[in-house]
């Protein structure tokens, strides 16, 4: 069982490499665009019911894309957004998205 869980990670781990190793962050950021109204350019939430996805891993932002595109996820607009969505244009924004660096300040308690 342990084989298993671990062939399937680094298989997904070598399809996602794959995936990322194709990425255009520069195109990501003009693909951008349609995102910018709810998530912004930034990719800080422009709406308190909108996440922040910037700084997100390029795994888990190609993962949730994936899922909205296919139906595994639902939300009433990024269902209908991602159906448009091609594996470049995915790889492209989750690239860009995931390169965008900020800085987090714990309070001091």
């Given at each position: 069982?342990?084989?298993?869980?671990?062939?399937?990670?680094?298989?997904?781990?070598?399809?996602?490499?794959?995936?990322?190793?194709?990425?255009?962050?520069?195109?990501?950021?003009?693909?951008?665009?349609?995102?910018?109204?709810?998530?912004?350019?930034?990719?800080?939430g422009k709406n308190p019911e909108?996440?922040?996805?910037?700084?997100?891993?390029?795994?888990?932002?190609?993962?949730?894309?994936?899922?909205?595109?296919?139906?595994?996820?639902?939300?009433?607009?990024?269902?209908?957004?991602?159906?448009?969505?091609?594996?470049?244009?995915?790889?492209?924004?989750?690239?860009?998205?995931?390169?965008?660096?900020?800085?987090?300040?714990?309070?001091?308690?």
């Amino acid at each position: 069982m342990k084989r298993v869980a671990t062939a399937a990670a680094i298989a997904a781990v070598s399809i996602w490499a794959a995936g990322a190793a194709s990425a255009d962050p520069a195109a990501g950021r003009e693909k951008a665009a349609m995102c910018q109204v709810c998530h912004g350019l930034d990719g800080i939430g422009k709406n308190p019911e909108v996440p922040h996805i910037a700084g997100e891993s390029e795994i888990y932002l190609m993962a949730q894309l994936r899922a909205f595109r296919s139906g595994e996820r639902q939300h009433q607009q990024m269902s209908i957004i991602a159906q448009s969505l091609s594996d470049e244009d995915i790889r492209d924004l989750a690239d860009y998205y995931a390169s965008i660096k900020f800085e987090v300040t714990v309070p001091d308690y």
